[in-house]
């Protein structure tokens, strides 16, 4: 009997590698789903030719196959409006009573875009082979994410993959437009900022040096004002040595995106931005909303508890958070509640915690989460309006600020200088 050599996923994504008898390929192909594994290479042993069995282009069973992979750089530019675009259409079809095969078929005419494109061919040639829809997802994982992923193998084995499907798309509409809400918020602020440093750095290096000669000309070289003095200085480095300052705030950016993308120092970042005034709250309520949307949505869905916690830990966005999350994790799976660990962490609200209990108590957990979350979607909408009104004075009397201490700091000696012209 010929014997294969395989390397297959498991459920979390880990790479596996083993020897098995089996008179076909597709016989070992189907041995190896048997073990709840996801083969990605089959290779008979020994065989007039060793090709890999592609489970991307559906093993046909005759020796033939190809290894398909997307570039990383095709696969990557799939956005998040895109993606969500593509759910909600796939929804419709499959809702509509059309087998997925068809719809994946259908879509696939009218998309455009060449990753969504190449992912689509592949996902319809393994479905056709006998895969299973999230097998076939999980084959580009820089396109749908273990969320996209859990949630449609959860619908597929309750029987529900339809509305498993439209709760996707409800779900990354709702986490779209509380994404750019957010976006929105801080668009204002960094604007005025941009033009403020820009007339700062104007007047800088092109109005104070004017000052500075005519300070020098008429006071023969007399000791200036403190406040002055610092900034003509500020004004003689900006002109003359702006490749020092440049030299010193690019590899200070540069050190500091480097550590924020460690374990540390990511922390620590995510924490401060919690923290921030005025949009500290905004994000806290933002992460708050896509923890409990996320976790709703897994559990309504029909994914295992802890699995979804899994999952909604690495979607966080925020370390903080997920942190928070892997406590809940463990309290869970200690056979505790979920409500102690959330009290414990420090970041979701007193509410938000009290709910959480009553859910669970109730047990209608998912339906509280999805509550807690339409909630604070309200209140980030709130805390948008709130934060734009409050912006916009703030940025004008920073702005004022800085511009009315430069002023202040050439006229000082501008009245002595008139004063002595006088005596």
Do not use: C
Not at 21 to 30: G, K, L, R, Y
Not at 144 to 150: E, V
């Amino acid at each position: 009997m010929p014997r294969f050599r395989y390397v297959a996923m498991d459920a979390k994504g880990g790479e596996t590698e083993g020897v098995l008898d089996a008179e076909s390929q597709t016989q070992a192909v189907a041995m190896i789903r048997s073990k709840n594994f996801f083969p990605t290479r089959v290779v008979e042993i020994g065989g007039k030719s060793q090709v890999q069995a592609s489970v991307v282009r559906g093993a046909t069973g005759k020796g033939l196959s190809m290894d398909l992979k997307l570039p990383s750089f095709l696969v990557a530019r799939v956005k998040t409006k895109q993606l969500m675009i593509f759910t909600r259409q796939l929804a419709t079809l499959v809702e509509a009573g059309l087998p997925l095969l068809k719809a994946l078929r259908i879509l696939l005419k009218q998309e455009k875009h060449p990753a969504l494109r190449e992912a689509l061919n592949g996902m319809g040639e393994l479905v056709e082979g006998g895969s299973t829809f999230s097998e076939s997802l999980a084959q580009y994982p820089k396109i749908f994410d273990n969320l996209f992923i859990n949630m449609v193998k959860a619908g597929e084995a309750g029987g529900v993959l339809d509305q498993v499907l439209i709760r996707l798309a409800e779900f990354m509409e709702k986490a779209e437009k509380i994404k750019n809400k957010v976006k929105s918020a801080m668009i204002y602020p960094l604007v005025v900022l941009v033009a403020a440093v820009g007339i700062l750095v104007f007047m800088l290096m092109n109005v104070i040096p004017k000052f500075a000669q005519i300070f020098d000309d008429l006071l023969g070289g007399a000791a200036l004002p403190g406040l002055t003095k610092f900034v003509i200085d500020l004004s003689y480095a900006v002109s003359h040595r702006w490749y020092i300052i440049l030299g010193t705030i690019v590899p200070l950016i540069i050190v500091i995106k480097i550590w924020g993308r460690t374990k540390t120092g990511s922390y620590v970042i995510d924490k401060i931005t919690l923290k921030m005034p005025l949009f500290g709250q905004l994000f806290t309520k933002s992460s708050v909303s896509r923890f409990s949307r996320t976790l709703g949505t897994l559990m309504g869905s029909g994914v295992p508890v802890l699995q979804a916690l899994n999952i909604v830990r690495d979607t966080a966005g925020n370390q903080v958070i997920s942190k928070a999350i892997m406590k809940v994790h463990d309290s869970v799976k200690e056979g505790d509640t979920m409500a102690m660990p959330l009290a414990a962490a420090g970041v979701f609200p007193d509410m938000v915690v009290s709910m959480v209990d009553v859910g669970e108590e109730t047990g209608a957990l998912p339906e509280m989460l999805m509550k807690i979350a339409d909630n604070y979607d309200d209140e980030v909408d709130t805390a948008v309006e709130g934060l734009t009104s409050i912006i916009e004075p703030v940025m004008i009397i920073m702005l004022a600020v800085v511009i009315g201490t430069i002023v202040l700091a050439m006229f000082v000696p501008l009245i002595s200088i008139i004063g002595q012209m006088s005596a």
